[in-house]
């Protein structure tokens, strides 16, 4: 298939950037989305031109790296789907895709498609962890879990911090993505001792780096390739509620 | 002339490890606090390195390439991480593991080392469970195994099929928290590109800023290289797009000795190649093999839809070759076998390199079983077909889902093609018992060192030898290193050494940018990718090693005369990432050609076409090839081999048959 690409170039992240476009073709259906901006980039060199920056690492769908706004939606029209797992299938021949960054005043632009990300690292490090040192643990048996505490924090567990909820949610929240931790450590037994703190720093940091806040639109459930549920929001404002009752 | 010698500690096996840890001379807490370590790398190996040094009191400071340390590939991991808990009470110990694994790497790892992983498995497990990570429970709350890898016992701890995920996260979690503390400094979207070796010992690195594209000199008492595997030497493979050798290969440049290269296992079901345009293949979890029948058409070229073919008109090779195991023979058999089959012709789907894996058969079987627990009397096939669907979907269903999405063909009501690809390294940077390379005060942990498998992985080994060595060895080892480096000051990094190796480090990049040729990085990895794979693949011989090693040459003269990389040095510059990268695989892939050349034997992963059984299988040659083959870097193009004696006391080599 034949297609028009509007892209969105920035030099680095002092320059203003812009939509330029550009054509592709016989790009087949079986290609990922990433496969075809291979082929645009290989043009571009082979033109002496610039190749489009743009996050990637797997392209399995695990690691998180890749982030492409396409069509105006996170990662793309298909459901539960990170941009390397979305194939040109999903496309038609004579198709016009406009591909843009995250846009979050958090998440700023490094270039083309890139963003830095690292508030979500900070976020982790202000209290998304359990305070235990290597060789601190005992019989990993000594602490049963209720098999449907440890399905939710499982699932809770899937997130691969790609930000997607940030970019799909109208007041750039990271509600999803801090709540999502939150509630993975605070469903087990050996995460409830430092709960009241962990959620306290995580929901401090969270709005130091300008994330906005949760106005419960849900945009970023239906956008999250993983389908983390809203429900660990709720889990969440629940926690941080108790924490300021203690 | 360097010597090897291993470190393996005396005594008997079962004590080395609790005698070694109680005997190393250590640190004070107050001299730890002055004392920095580098850490190349936050995966499996890195992060947990990291965060252990760092609560120990160690100053850190952890570099990666991706935009997170959360992101290293270890997060790609999918089936399960092994240890020795016995928890099933079937008859699993320390000792049954480290048998399991020195056999599974056909007798061509070091026992002394296999042991200790064997022993401190377990507490990786209590480790991981203490931070969190949400590993499959039972119903009373205990943890979940799967068997896993053709073992006998169940001893697989698993996160559904996101194991390398949860753990990752998990010594993420830990790393971070100490970034908090200040212990930990963490550059991401950094890449190593030199070692600093002053009086002999290693003191720093080079590490390029990909944001900024300016060169950094770091000081460290010692450097742990944590950098993973290099399987993208082949260009297509299993890894993460970013996965490469530099760090690795900028310490072998420095004296480093790289050990047996050729070592590489091949993973028998994956996602086939579907053009051109392929980027990266997709791992489809070997358990599929428990209820997917392989075959091809029996007539050449055949065409006709796989449903249509005839019983009587398919070969199920693997059962017909390996009546015994059949579907279920290990992975390097199944990888070969597949390629023999289609190198004579009979490949399926539009490349021709894949073979069926075919789950019809089995739905049909579980039909029956449901129908009957049901008590459906005389079922039509078609019911038949649903009820044994609905039982592969409890099973599989991710994975089919996964293979929908790549393909765009649904696997319940056609076969899934598949075709062997590469899936990861064993060979590495030679390391001692104590990790230590041959270079003084340069680790090396993970995928990136060559130690505990021998010529093959067995599958859940790999997450359980980054952690084991990033917990449970490296704080020990380490510290019999750095005690006697208590009196070493930080050295400025203007000393000489490190403008020498920023300077070497500058020229590289100058040479890359400054060759203004014509052709992407890209058309030069996927060239270097198809020699290594046609000819330093699942099938080698001497013939073809040789021209691979001419060849290799000729692409790396191509290489420096006509690269093209587009833009400057002083920005965020994919394309010289890739270039960089791609310049050491042109190094790296010869000197495996020439490993693989001088193993005549077959072993593992490395099946040398010469040394064969009559019957087509891989035979081993003990007297000649029971060592490590350890090279020492000369000059481009050049090494010198040493090699270190393997010495079996405890367990015998036999030679492996699965008919
Ligand atoms: C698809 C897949 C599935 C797998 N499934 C399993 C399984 O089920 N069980 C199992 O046991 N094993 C499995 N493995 C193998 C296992 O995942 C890896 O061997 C292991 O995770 C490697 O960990 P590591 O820490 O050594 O390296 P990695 O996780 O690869 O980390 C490498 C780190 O080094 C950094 N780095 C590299 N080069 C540089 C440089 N020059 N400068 C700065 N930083 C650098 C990277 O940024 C990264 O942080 C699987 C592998 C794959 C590919
Ligand atoms: S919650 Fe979903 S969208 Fe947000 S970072 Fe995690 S995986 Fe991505
Ligand atoms: S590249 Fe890893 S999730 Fe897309």
Redesign the interface.
Known sequence: MNLTLKIWRQKNAKEAGNLVTYQVKDISEDMSFLEMFDVLNEQLVHKGEEPIAFDHDCREGICGMCSMFINGRAHGPAQGTTTCQLHMRKFKDGDTIVVEPWRARAFPVVKDLIVDRSAFDRVISSGGFISVNTGNAKDANNIPVPKQDADNAFAAAACIGCGACVAACKNSSAMLFVSAKVSQLALLPQGAIERESRVLNMVKQMDEEGFGNCTNTYACEAECPKEISVENIARMNREYLRANLK | MTKLDSKIPEGPLETKWTHYKSTIPLVNPSNKRSMEVIIVGSGLAGA?AA??LA?LGYQVKCFCF??????A?S??AQGGINAA?N?QNDGDSTFRLFYDTVKGGDYRSREGNVYRLAEVSA?I????????V??????????SNRSFGGTQVQRTFY??G?TG??LL?GA???L??Q??LGTVK?Y?RHEMLEIVVIDGKARGIIARDL?SGKLERHFGHAVLLCSGGYGNVFYLSTN???SNVTAAWKAHRRGALFGNPCFTQIHPTCIPV??D????L?LMSESLRNDGRIWVPKKKDDSRKPVDIPEEERDYYLERRYPAFGNLVPRDVASRAAKERCDAGYGVGTSKMAVYLDFAFNTLRYGKVEANKRSIHNPSQEELKKLGQEVIKEKYGNLFE?YE????ENPYEMPMRIYPAVHYTMGGLWVDYELMTTVPGLYSLGEANFSDHGANRLGASALMQGLADG??VI?YTIGSYLSKDISTKAIPTDHAAFMDAEKNAQERLDKLMNIKG?K?A?HFHKKLGKVMWDKCGMARNEKGLTEAISEIRAIREEFWKDL?I??TQN??N??LEKAGRVADFLELGELMCQDALLRKESCGGHFREESQTPDGEAKRDDDNFSYVAAWEFKDAGKWELHKEELIFDIVHPTQRSYK
Request: proline share 5%; glycine share 12%; hydrophobic share 25%.
């Open positions: 947990s965060s252990s609560e991706q935009d997170s340390p959360r992101r590939h997060i790609a808990k928890y507490n497990i209590d480790q991981c469970v203490a931070q969190g949400p590993f499959a429970r039972e119903y009373g709350g205990y943890l996160a559904a996101q995920q949860q996260l993420y979690s830990g971070e928290r970034v908090g963490m991401s944001i993460a797009m970013g579907s053009g345009h392929q980027s990266k997709t996964m999405k790549i393909t765009g917990y449970f704080p014509t992407s890209d093209r587009p833009g920005e965020l994919t394309e």
